[in-house]
């Protein structure tokens, strides 16, 4: 199985300029626009010069098959996809044939309905990362079997807890999975939006992760793999100068890590919905695996650059230049608009009681590429128990030479305390970075009963064992 995947991404990221269309000449054949565009880089200046910027495309919404307004129904068929790569036919998955997939949007509260239709030669699952599900909708093989080849599967609840920007993918051999394209976004609206011209939802990936280089290991530095954005790299969302764009990043990597920066560009949400109106603007934003970053974008006539800069899993920044990862490109002439506003409640960051519930403590060797919780590797692992609607206070300790993005199934939890500094503004997200020997303390509220996954989000260190199990009781104390 890993052979497909080693062929698909050697072959994008080691081809030449010939690129082809695609086998079943579908009119989104996104994927062998990128095959062109990263190989771009590697062709003589001469022929570069020649090649317009290509565009970035949204993905589509999602097609809602009930006119209730209070319910959305997608259905989603995942299937292989072939791209053709210099003559050479390779495969990939999609859902709905579109890589990223559609964007399903869903107003808060209403009851979502996903009909998988699983077209795959194996089975497989979807995961709402970051949606606060009943724990048999969470799309792990914990305890229930995945949606087998052939089979389909539906996936209800209701979206009752937060609004923001989520994704889902396929929790199910999921190092291949996510990595041959499946994946798209889940946006939950509140009744009160910021008001943007344009919600464009981008998603990172990264490629050029192939064995036989330093493999998926986490000594990934942002620097040396391709990025794309929306499977394009190194194009241009062109928009209306005059308009502000709410732009939601999402990184689908399995390993890479994005230091995000780009000219009066705002951070205006996180994992777990809109950041409070008083959090501290930053030049750069980190975006790793799994995790999601709005941004409000104005656009006067100047682009803007989207950039990352290095960033090593092995303490932070690494060497080299900041690359552009895709430009804003006005069309036309404007002034440059005015920001956007929303509600913003001042939430007061709850004080640390300094006692511990529960201690994870995050190990590894990247040389021998073990992976460890509590010295434990995931199945083999201790199922810590809480008491339903507990309040838990988790410290996580990375005591490894790497860092590691930390996300928990069926909740949010709150940011207490980084390194003993306690944060200044609330922060409550699903996917949070444990720099390289570092402290973490969190607040959880445990309102979701099941057996939460709560794993590092670099795929190869969680499929290696870094991942556990949380089980909320079902009852109260
Ligand atoms: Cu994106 Cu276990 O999650
Ligand atoms: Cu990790």
């Known amino acids: 199985m890993r052979g497909a995947l080693v062929i698909v991404l050697v072959a994008l990221a080691g081809c030449g300029t010939e690129g082809e269309a695609s086998l ?47 319910v959305v129904h997608v259905r989603l068929r995942a299937a292989p996809r072939e791209f053709v790569v210099r003559g050479e036919t390779v495969s990939g998955f999609a859902y709905n044939e579109v890589n990223p997939a559609p964007t399903i949007r869903a107003r808060r509260g209403s009851r979502v309905i996903i009909d998988v239709d699983n077209q795959l030669e194996a089975p497989t ?10 724990f048999d909708m969470d799309g792990v093989v914990w305890m229930g079997a995945p949606i087998g080849a052939g ?68 000594h990934r530095d942002g620097t040396h ?36 920066s780009g000219q009066g560009m ?73 920001g956007l506003d929303w509600p913003s409640p001042e939430i007061r960051p709850s004080v640390d009681p300094s006692y511990t519930d529960i201690l994870y403590s995050f ?43 930390f996300h928990m199934h069926g909740h949010g939890f709150e940011i207490l305390s980084i390194n003993d500094v306690p944060v200044s503004t609330y922060s409550f997200v699903d996917t949070f970075n444990l720099p390289v020997r570092s402290r973490v303390r969190i607040r959880l509220i445990a309102d979701n009963p099941g057996d939460w996954m709560t794993h590092c989000h670099i795929l190869p260190h969680a499929y290696d064992g870094m991942m556990t199990v949380l089980r909320v009781l079902a009852a109260s104390p």
């Open 225 to 260: 793999l391709t990025w794309t954005a929306n499977n394009v790299a190194e194009g241009a969302l062109r928009v209306a100068a005059g308009s502000v764009v709410r732009l939601r990043l999402l990184n689908a990597s399995n390993a890479g890590y994005l230091n995000i």
């Open 24 to 70: 079943d000449a579908a009119p989104d054949s996104i994927l062998d626009a990128s095959v062109e565009d990263a190989t771009a880089a590697d062709a003589d200046a001469a022929s570069d010069a020649d090649l317009p910027t290509p565009d970035v495309p949204l993905p589509p919404d999602a097609v809602d098959h009930d006119p209730d307004p209070e």
């Open 125 to 134: 699952t979807i995961h709402w990362h970051g949606l606060h599900v009943p």
């Open 266 to 338: 705002r951070a205006i949400g996180a994992s777990q919905g809109l950041l409070p109106a008083d959090r501290e603007w930053r030049e750069r934003e980190l975006l790793v695996p799994g995790d999601r970053r709005d941004f409000e974008v104005r656009v006067g006539s100047e682009a803007v650059e989207i950039r990352t800069a290095p960033h090593t899993l092995h303490g932070g920044a690494g060497h080299g230049d900041e690359r552009v990862l895709f430009r804003i490109e006005p069309t036309g002439e404007a002034e440059l608009p005015s």
């Open 151 to 218: 089979e389909t599967f539906r996936y209800e609840f209701v979206v009752s807890q937060q609004a923001g920007t989520y994704w889902y993918h396929p929790h199910f051999d999921t190092e291949r999975q996510v990595d041959l394209g499946l994946y798209g976004a889940f946006v939950i609206e509140d009744p009160v939006e910021p008001a943007s011209d344009l919600d464009a939802v981008v998603f990172f990936d990264s490629w050029g992760e192939a064995p036989g280089t330093s493999g998926h290991t986490g």
């Open 363 to 405: 190990q590894g060797d990247t040389d021998l590429e073990r992976w460890f919780i509590n010295g434990e590797r995931f199945p083999d692992v201790t199922i810590e128990e809480v008491p339903l609607d507990s309040v838990q206070i988790i410290e996580l300790r990375n005591v490894s030479p790497a860092e590691h993005p």
